[in-house]
């Protein structure tokens, strides 16, 4: 199966909230990508409310039931006792739970499995009684104890951190062996059973790369490069750019 793409929608909240106005309108950029095949949409709500807002959540959430029932809502966000209620009002598909601290610009490293496996058990068994699928960022780095611990959580999938991999775009072999340890994390994870999403600093020209190596890739979740690409060819346009990165017929 094809890579599936979900547009986060972060940076064009961001981008609405420099001025106390409507637009640009994260729903009808989110429709826009949706009606052009994108399979779901992402937000990270953080307290501060600097991008995505409390208030856009219900929004969306309607968006994705009433015009889009195929597609998937995946809210991402560190597991504070506040962020699995709202996940639990909202009742997102998908939940990628991440281990930055609220003040961090962005997220940049994933969950240390062997310290905090044990404190993610019963926050994912929480999650997934509510019927959300759970997935956990984690570092591509070719760890697999680390990999191991995080299956030992009951979680469904990890998302592996692509910055360092995003960051490399003006050194081929570094990224190549960055790329190496994306792939042998994401083997030992598709070996135990686990899905594999990825995220962070993807573009047009790095993502095949990535999906070739690991083909059984299920979603990349791309905020930035896909907005920054969205003020060049449109939302539109750059939705069906990314999903022939992802490997999809367009």
């Keep these: ?18 001025r106390d106005l409507p637009w640009p309108s994260v729903e009808n ?14 937000v990270h709500p953080r307290p501060d409310q600097r991008h995505i807002r409390f208030s ?5 959430r309607a968006l994705t039931d009433d015009e889009f029932p195929q597609a998937e809502f995946n809210i991402e966000g560190y597991p504070s006792e506040d962020f699995l209620d709202l996940c639990e009002r909202i009742e997102p598909e998908q939940v990628t739970l991440v281990p930055d601290d ?11 499995f062997r310290r905090d496996g044990e404190m993610l058990k019963p926050i994912v068994a929480r999650l997934k009684k509510s019927g959300m699928r759970v997935s956990l960022f984690a570092d591509g780095d070719g760890d697999l104890e680390a990999v191991e611990l995080a299956k030992a959580t009951g979680a469904d999938r990890i998302e592996l951190y692509t910055g360092p991999y995003g960051g490399c775009f003006d050194d081929p072999q570094k990224a190549a062996d960055i790329l190496a ?7 030992a994870a598709l070996a135990l059973g686990l899905g594999v999403n990825a995220g962070h600093d993807l573009i047009v020209a790095n993502l095949p790369a990535l999906v070739k190596r690991i083909p059984h890739l299920a979603e990349v979740s791309i905020g930035h490069g896909l907005t920054a690409d969205a003020l060049e060819f449109g939302m539109a346009e750059t939705v069906r750019r990314f999903r022939r990165a992802c490997g999809q017929t367009v």
Aim: hydrophobic share 45%; charged share 15%; no cysteine.
């Design 29 to 42: 950029l989110g429709r826009i990508a949706l009606q052009a095949g994108a399979s779901g949409l992402t």
């Design 181 to 187: 340890d994306l792939g042998k994390t994401a083997d």
């Design 56 to 60: 856009d959540l219900p929004v969306i």
């Design 1 to 18: 199966m094809p890579t599936l793409l979900s547009v986060n929608l972060n940076a064009v909240a961001m981008l609405r909230n420099r």
């Design 102 to 112: 609220p003040s961090q610009a962005t997220s940049d490293h994933g969950f240390d």
